[in-house]
């Protein structure tokens, strides 16, 4: 409760944009602030971009070890790669984070937490991270801020190929290829990667004082595939289809007593149509159907295998409408989410509407953002949640906000 208040409290931040390269992409355009197209120059909360070139000059083996940079984040691994990670952002809970894989939740609603260990580096375009309370954007699990993950989508109309085999510690084999090209008004791509690793074991570090379990490497398996296809119909009238997947096999140690080596099959999946319509010159209407699945399996033995599977349909209308100043935009959210396991939970189903409402302007030397969501969730019942900004530019590299 105290780190839920900690992490409402409005404070005095002056930011500059004076970084190194590394650090700031100021022609790029983020969305995760607000849910409105906006330059990062103008952006009033603590974001951070890092794009493709960041992500290969970092040199990280994984996205949880390229997380590990980033201020204000803290990872919990508990073990190598492909095991379960928790990621805290200002010192909120693991389950206070929206991940969203190109606009779609991938969580698991019984953990509360995404699976990002399972996301391959090779399949992503970009990472926004938005640090701080962000309920009234992206609903009440938003306490901490969201991380948006962006998969790779060719940015030419020329045909790309690109292909790439490496080599690592721990008998460590990567792979990946991908194309994208464009024929007419047509765009589309794909990219598929296979990680394979030997590990190690992840209690080397322990104290040799039980002898239940045997000291062999935990190895990992991945595979993960992301598409797209977008179809412009004519100016400002677009239809886009997308998919992203990525299935992932972890093993544990060794039990002696039953000379089984437990391991655990996880899988993360989303897909969605968006249909993208610039109704008026100052109108722009955004529709997307999505849904998105998290599947974990565990198996403990021959004959024990807990079993988590998460199913959310999602629907979400935004509406961005470009005022004499400002932009606003209004939304309709809509989750369902539904839960099949070994464990028999009283709730298995349930579902969220949510009415939202944000606003964004800059004039000379003041920004602005506003926004406002109620949510009706069939279990919780109705919240609404309002959250306010605002920045002066002291100077054109220093801003108060």
Not at 157 to 167: E, M, N, Q, R, S
Not at 226 to 254: E, P, V
């Amino acid at each position: 409760m105290n780190k839920s208040i900690l992490a409402s409290l409005l404070g005095l931040a002056f930011s500059s944009n004076a970084f190194a390269a590394e650090d700031r992409i100021l022609d790029d355009v983020v969305i995760t602030a607000s849910r409105i197209n906006q330059s990062h120059a103008s952006i009033i909360g603590d974001v951070t971009v890092i794009d493709r070139e960041a992500i290969e000059r970092v040199g990280a083996g994984s996205i949880v070890d390229l997380l590990k940079y980033q201020a204000g984040v803290q990872i919990n691994s508990s073990g190598g790669a492909g095991t379960d990670s928790d990621i805290y952002l200002r010192g909120t809970n693991a389950d206070h984070i929206v991940v969203l894989v190109d606009g779609l939740r991938i969580n698991s609603a019984t953990k509360g937490t995404t699976a990002l260990q399972h996301i391959p580096l090779a399949q992503i375009e970009k990472i926004e991270i938005l640090r701080g309370p962000a309920s009234s954007l992206y609903g009440a699990d938003a306490i901490g801020g969201v991380i948006q993950i962006f998969t790779k989508k060719g940015a030419s109309d020329k045909p790309l190929i690109h292909a790439a085999l490496g080599l690592a510690s721990y008998d460590t084999r990567t792979a990946e290829a991908g194309f994208s090209a464009a024929t007419g008004d047509t765009h589309y791509g794909i990219n598929v990667n296979k990680l394979v690793s030997d590990g190690y074991s992840a209690i080397r570090f322990l104290p040799t004082n039980t002898r239940s379990i045997s000291w062999d490497r935990d190895g990992y398996r991945n595979l993960g595939v992301s598409a797209f296809i977008d179809h412009t119909f004519s100016l400002g009238q677009a239809l886009k289809l997308q998919y992203f997947g990525s299935k992932g096999n972890s093993d544990s140690d060794i039990n002696s007593r039953t000379d089984f080596a437990a391991f655990t099959k996880s899988s993360i999946e989303s897909y969605a149509l968006t249909s993208t319509n610039q109704l008026t010159d100052f109108w722009r209407s955004t529709l997307k159907l999505g849904k998105g699945m998290d599947d974990y399996d565990y198996h403990e033995s021959a004959s024990s295998v807990s079993l988590y599977t998460t199913e959310q349909n999602q629907y979400t209308w935004q509406n961005d409408l470009s005022l004499p100043v400002g932009t606003l935009a209004l939304a309709y959210d809509r989750l369902e989410q539904q839960v099949s396991s070994s464990v028999n939970y009283t709730v298995k189903m349930r579902d969220n509407n949510a009415y939202l409402a944000s606003y964004v302007a800059d004039a000379d030397q003041h920004s602005v953002q506003a926004s406002l969501r109620l949510d009706s969730n069939s279990q919780y019942g109705k919240h609404t949640t309002g959250g306010i900004g605002y920045g002066y530019h002291l100077s054109p590299l220093w801003r108060a906000s």
